[in-house]
DNA sequence: ACCTGAACACCGTTCAAGT
DNA sequence: ACCTGAACACCGTTCAAGT
């Protein structure tokens, strides 16, 4: 009878994260969990209600990283910057759980709480409730397109593989190598001119 | 021996894609697409080599859809706006295959193809190579994000289950009745302001 | 040439039983 | 209270065998 019981949830989700990183999503199984951990599949179900639980509250606690502080200056723009930069690196921390988010991200209750700032600190900077949603929603798919399609994933590290028929493509930005780069720039890129025209709307 | 084969590649593709949008990704199973067909799973196994790859190739059919025939007017910003609408149509009507994009949706010769198409033209219209590049990733940036992020999934359909929790939220707008519509202007205001921010760049 | 039965090595999850 | 063995109902995939 040991008095410290081998497991519980917070051990639980840490070791499920480490396999999601290490091994992708799809090389995660509560058998190969239940392993790690030192125990058996059968045993993780008195901490945890299901697998598809535990990856929400995995990836509920990434998305506690996100930064909702910056709106508190009275700044819209720079609080959107902030948020979509804290967003976007929450992510790329751990990408291979981002897919996972495709099914209903924004769900919880945490998100919401964000997503409740966000929307109020636009409303006062004189959005519409209508406008306010809608930006905050452009806002998730910018950070979630950028997390899930980036270059690094999307191209294959074998340059020759694409021989010579994209004549316009430049092929070194097709390298794993760059492409980290490219992503990180492309986000910016697109983040700076959504801003910019946003601002354009509001008059500012 | 029939002489004309109950399964060939294109029937096996529409098949699955049926499943796929009636039951969900997690719903197709080679079996349950075998059974559909009349046919035991193995039998599938003659005609595509791996679930995955089938995957690939629906996902590739649909992509078919994307229009890169706007960028022929040497508009940029119309070549632009109409590929990433017909890209997000194409989506929208297949919501549920949205999540498998996420591994590698570029790797595909079609889709180099069009990417080619999109860089040519912008690099014709005065943009450097690296900012093409940057410009078509954020693109897909925009459209993969919102079909994958959209409200219509986001959010419960049980309108109660938020109480008064979130005092800047307008509830009505977690509704999934209106969700549709929102995340279709959503898109717009994202691909709008993008644009025209984009424009302010290009001091046009 | 095309399809099948049977098998292999896995899954998530449950539950009576052990300590 | 916490963990386990064994089982259930599934997976994707292979391959010798049938027609």
């Given amino acids: 009878m040991p008095r410290n019981p081998v497991l519980d949830a917070s051990r639980i989700r840490a070791a499920a994260l480490h396999i999601i ?19 058996r599949a059968a045993s993780l ?3 945890v209600a299901t697998k598809d639980d535990l990856l929400h509250e995995v990836a509920g606690a990434i998305l506690e990283e996100v930064d ?13 910057v902030t948020c979509a930069r804290s967003y976007r690196a929450a992510l790329a921390a751990h990408p291979n ?3 996972f988010l495709a099914y209903g991200p924004a769900h919880r209750e945490a998100s919401l709480r964000r997503l409740d700032v966000v929307h109020g600190a636009l409303v006062a900077a004189g959005w519409t409730r ?9 806002l998730v798919y910018l950070v979630l397109g950028a997390a899930l399609s980036s270059f690094s994933r999307g191209f294959s590290a074998d340059r020759a593989r694409y021989g010579d028929r994209y004549p316009n493509l430049d092929k070194a930005h097709l390298l794993p190598s760059v492409a980290a780069e490219l992503d990180h720039d492309s986000f ?3 983040l700076d001119a959504f801003v910019t025209g946003l601002g354009q709307r509001a008059r500012g």
Same sequence: chains 1, 2.
């Fill in 21 to 39: 990183d290490r091994d992708g999503l799809a090389g995660l199984s509560m058998r190969k969990l239940a392993a790690e951990l030192g125990v």
């Fill in 45 to 47: 179900y008195g901490h």
């Fill in 68 to 80: 909702v502080g910056g709106f508190a200056g009275g700044d819209w723009r720079h609080g959107l």
């Fill in 97 to 99: 759980i981002v897919p």
């Fill in 130 to 138: 209508r406008e306010a949603t809608m930006i905050a929603a452009s």
């Fill in 188 to 190: 910016e890129l697109a």
